[in-house]
């Protein structure tokens, strides 16, 4: 116990409108941290999309001010009041509010509820766990929702169609991609940087690459029949489109909101091709449901795939990192180690 350092943003505002931001690496006590039954001492963090919202200023992240954000952790128990957990125990936090309305991972320090916390799996290092973070455990969320709904890897290889990822050099995307590689899918990459990320993509077990703007405009509410199932990351039009393109009784998973938060479609590709839209939510996801999802990554998700589209900074680049993601210049997961 005692001082630990950790990214703080501090935000002045009037209604939804952010007058003015700050965001700083600064030295705290154990008195800034909010309620909670168990204390964790964070070894690491990531970069995520919505980090880096928080970290801009962006609004519509932030709930709480003065906020430590990051919305993932993983660490070790050093204290609780919660019997299941025990000094030591090596666990992980996806979401459940923190870097939003609870301080979060990106501090060498947390003090989190128990009841989402999950026990880290023995096969996989802290440093693997935080590489997965939000965006793995939200694909492999997306993944169990396509088998859920039928989409079955055999059925599409006979059909000779595959599963499209959109946004699939982002940090879902890209596990994304490989979880659904390892489990024997066809999958279809969709990025806007084809040249540069194209053989990234097919090293983490992509069959085909297409460019978003495939998918970018305003099409008919029916177009032809090219996908099995589908993990959206992207939304507004693009989700529009893969809805529209979606083969009969298939899936598609909506997990994001990189082009927005709007859909512009309309019945048909549910009426008359059966198509099922399902919505991906990480932060609420039941105890349950995390275990399942984290017992999945730790046997589903290729090791050296994880490796392949993983870099470690330490917490003084985090603010930066942050910018690079919003500007589009991050690809894979970006683990932040706080200790360093």
């Known amino acids: 116990m005692g001082d630990f350092r950790a990214i703080v943003i501090e935000q002045e505002t009037e209604g939804s409108r952010i007058l003015a931001h700050t965001a700083e690496a600064r030295q705290l006590t154990d008195a800034f941290l909010m309620p909670g039954d168990v204390t964790v001492a964070v070894e690491f963090s990531d970069v995520n999309y919505k980090d880096g919202l928080a970290i801009a200023g962006r609004p519509g992240v932030a709930r709480v001010s003065p906020l430590i954000p990051g919305i993932d952790l993983v660490g070790v128990v050093e204290s609780s009041e919660d019997p ?62 396509l088998e859920r709904n039928g989409v079955d890897p055999e059925q599409v290889h006979a059909s000779g169609s595959s599963v499209l990822v959109t946004g699939a050099a982002g940090g879902v995307g890209s596990v994304a991609v490989s979880l659904l590689a390892k489990l024997g899918y066809p ?125 470690f900074i330490p917490l003084s680049e985090a603010i930066p990192a942050a910018a690079d993601i919003l500007a589009g210049r991050l690809h894979g997961r970006t683990v932040v180690d706080v200790r360093a």
């Open 84 to 145: 299941r957990w025990r000094p030591g125990d090596r666990v992980v936090l996806n979401g459940d509010g923190i870097g939003e309305s609870h301080h979060g991972g990106l501090a060498e320090r947390a003090r989190v509820r128990g009841d989402a916390l999950v026990r880290v799996p023995d096969t996989l290092l802290n440093e693997q766990a935080a590489a997965i973070g939000t965006a793995g455990f939200t694909a492999m969320l997306a993944v169990l929702a």
């Open 187 to 311: 999958v279809t990459a969709s990025t806007g940087r084809v040249e540069e990320l194209g053989g990234y993509l097919t090293d983490l077990g992509a069959t085909s690459i297409i460019d978003r703007a495939e998918l970018s405009d305003p099409g008919r509410p029916l177009q032809t029949q090219r996908w099995a199932g589908s993990i959206d990351s992207v939304g507004s039009t693009t989700l529009a489109n893969v809805l529209a393109q979606t083969s009969y009784g298939g899936t598609v998973a909506a997990c994001g909101l990189a082009q927005g938060a709007d859909l512009p479609t309309t019945v048909m590709p549910f009426i008359l091709r059966g198509v099922t839209l399902t919505g991906i939510n990480s932060v609420e996801a039941p105890p349950a449901l995390r275990e399942t999802a984290w017992r999945r990554i730790a046997t589903d998700l290729d090791e050296e795939a994880l490796a392949a589209m993983t870099r």
